[in-house]
């Protein structure tokens, strides 16, 4: 069975577009108009995917994706003109697993979304699958963090980074490595991803943000040992 993308925008030549390169590429496409158009077919359909544009009239991307998360656990790359760092910052926070500003390339959103799928279906190679730091918990069978018996809902790519970190601690990983290992695809064009999802992962992780430490000119690495 293909894996269904839903594509939200309130321009039909970007839907129709995106839909060509998509469904190319073997997926099936299903499309919005706006908002909440974007959300009700999230609900009803078994969407492995959302491409959201932040500017839709009746609800924006932003609200539609914040609804769709309460219901289910679905990823969602972003479309936007808007480029400043809030927004992004933003979009990061409500979720999203990427962030494309306009005028995009189609290929390489394309690679985007591949990349994700490719990091949703990856398996635990490990049996030993729980790593415990203090009050800090990764289950990667269950893909949960929990902080101090709280469990945290992180972006996936949050999440990857996070345990990547980890399962490197102690060791200073470069930006390029994590930039590689994480997106995948030659990200280096624009790493300010990269420090805008260490900042809400330091954030997400409260009193354990300490463990990230910033190695100037270098990169992050994780100082605690388990």
């Known amino acids: 069975m293909a894996l269904k993308i839903l594509v939200a925008d309130d321009e039909e030549k970007i839907r129709k577009l995106v839909r060509k390169y998509a469904e190319r590429e073997g997926y099936e496409v299903i499309e919005a108009e706006n908002g909440k158009e974007a959300y009700e ?17 009746i609800m924006d991307g932003f609200e539609a994706y ?3 998360r309460t219901e289910k656990d679905i990823p969602c790359i972003f479309l936007t003109a808007l480029n400043e760092e809030y927004n992004r910052i933003y979009g990061f926070d409500v979720g999203a697993d990427d962030y494309v500003a306009k005028p995009f390339s189609t290929n ?17 190679i490990t049996n030993n699958s729980i790593t415990k730091i203090e009050g800090l918990v990764i289950d990667e069978d269950a893909r949960t963090v929990t902080i101090d018996g709280t469990q945290e809902t992180l972006s996936l790519k949050e999440y990857e980074l996070l345990l990547y970190l980890v399962k490197n ?10 930039l590689e290992k994480i997106w995948g695809y030659g990200y280096f064009k624009d790493d300010r991803t990269l420090d805008t999802h260490i900042k809400l992962l330091r954030k997400t992780l409260g009193p354990y943000a300490k463990y990230i430490t910033t190695i100037r000119g270098v990169g992050y690495r994780f100082e605690k040992n388990a």
């Open 108 to 124: 390489e959103l394309m690679k985007r979304v591949g990349v994700i799928f490719k990091r949703m279906n990856k398996e635990t």
């Open 41 to 57: 077919l999230a609900i009803k359909e078994d969407v492995d995917l959302c491409i959201l544009d932040v500017m839709m009239p």
């Open 169 to 178: 601690r102690g060791t200073a990983v470069t930006r390029e490595t994590l």
């Open 66 to 68: 914040q609804k769709i």
